[in-house]
């Protein structure tokens, strides 16, 4: 049964990751029904001030012993810089090595995988840190897309609030679905977030290297409602079809087909945002056609559907 719960504190902790984890698991609601947490806070050197990314400082009363009969142990988000103190990371593994379960929140991933704890293992962080995370800790096998990844005694959140996600799933997992409900229902949050983390990417479309298809891109803009074809669109930029094919890809890095789609899925996105259009008359503005069509590739660039995605984000009166 999951009741002692340590919270690891670095320099450069984030307060609202913290926060996630205190709200969760350091807040009394037995008078609701929850079960009582031995909730711990803990750090290399306890009753020592610990910088915040926030310009501010927090104490944590604990020292790394605390960790050694906790059956939770939650690293918040911290700095990305890849060092951290070697007690903390030994802390960690010897709490994995015991059964422990293990929960990060956002760049806390980071230290799990200095740990060397996610080597061969499924998990999460921000999306922004992508790139980063898969050059630092290339055996982790990293999903971008999902709001937290479950793999087993690690449990592994995207950014920010996705940590709530994370938290409460666990919480479900391990001490049943009226349990979670009741702390979600405190927070005022949803018990469970429909989708994963790539509804909140700013997707980057790939722009031209050079000057020349520019041009070429800006009217495939401005004209998404119309079919773009290699043939039609090379005779605009006046060169064969091979060599538009060749010379798109080498400067945007992908094909005409994927760059239009992306586009398209771009502006239906903005659609679902800032204006109460119907899906067949954003699917014919944003060049799809049929709301079936924006459907398919909707979800499969942004990951949830158009009408869940509105529900989230849409800011029309």
Do not use: C
């Given at each position: 049964m999951m009741r002692k719960i340590a919270v690891v504190l670095l320099e450069d902790v984030a307060l609202f990751e913290f926060g996630v984890l205190a709200e969760v698991f350091g807040v009394d609601r037995t008078d609701d029904g929850v079960p009582a947490f031995d909730f711990r806070v803990c750090a290399s050197k306890p009753n020592e001030p610990l910088q915040t990314s926030?310009?501010?400082?927090?104490?944590?009363?604990?020292?790394?012993?605390?960790?050694?009969?906790?059956?939770?142990?939650?690293?918040?988000?911290?700095s990305k810089r890849g060092k951290y103190p070697a007690d903390v990371l030994e802390a960690l593994r010897a709490a994995a090595a015991r059964g422990a379960i293990l929960l990060t929140v956002c760049s806390g991933a980071y230290v799990l995988g200095a740990a060397g704890l996610l080597d061969g293992r499924k998990c999460a962080t921000h999306?922004?840190?992508?790139?980063?995370?898969?050059?630092?800790?290339?055996?982790?096998?990293?999903d971008p897309d999902?709001?937290?990844?479950?793999?087993?005694?690690i449990i592994t959140s995207a950014g920010t609030a996705a940590g709530i996600d994370a938290c409460l799933h666990l919480v479900?997992?391990?001490?049943?679905?009226?349990?979670?409900t009741r702390i979600a229902r405190r927070m005022v949050v949803p018990p469970q977030r429909d989708g994963g983390q790539r509804q909140y990417v700013d997707l980057p479309v790939p722009e031209a290297t050079g000057e020349s298809l520019q041009p070429i891109l800006d009217w495939?803009?401005?004209?998404?409602?119309?079919?773009?074809?290699?043939?039609?669109?090379?005779?605009?930029?006046?060169?064969s079809d091979r060599t538009f094919a060749r010379r798109f890809v080498a400067e945007t890095g992908t094909t005409p087909l994927k760059w239009v789609t992306t586009q398209r899925v771009l502006h239906a996105?903005?659609?679902?945002?800032?204006?109460?259009?119907?899906?067949?008359?954003?699917?014919?503005?944003?060049?799809?056609?049929?709301?079936?069509?924006?459907?398919?590739?909707f979800r499969r660039v942004v990951g949830v559907a158009p009408q869940d995605y509105r529900r989230t984000f849409q800011c029309a009166g």
């Open positions: 926030s310009h501010s400082a927090v104490i944590a009363p604990y020292g790394l012993d605390a960790l050694e009969d906790a059956d939770l142990v939650a690293v918040p988000a911290t999306w922004r840190y992508t790139d980063d995370f898969r050059e630092k800790f290339p055996k982790a096998n990293l999902v709001l937290f990844v479950d793999d087993g005694n479900r997992r391990e001490l049943g679905a009226a349990v979670a495939m803009v401005d004209n998404l409602a119309t079919e773009h074809t290699v043939p039609d669109l090379a005779r605009r930029a006046r060169m996105r903005t659609l679902l945002e800032q204006t109460n259009l119907g899906l067949e008359q954003i699917a014919a503005e944003s060049g799809f056609g049929t709301a079936a069509l924006l459907r398919h590739h």
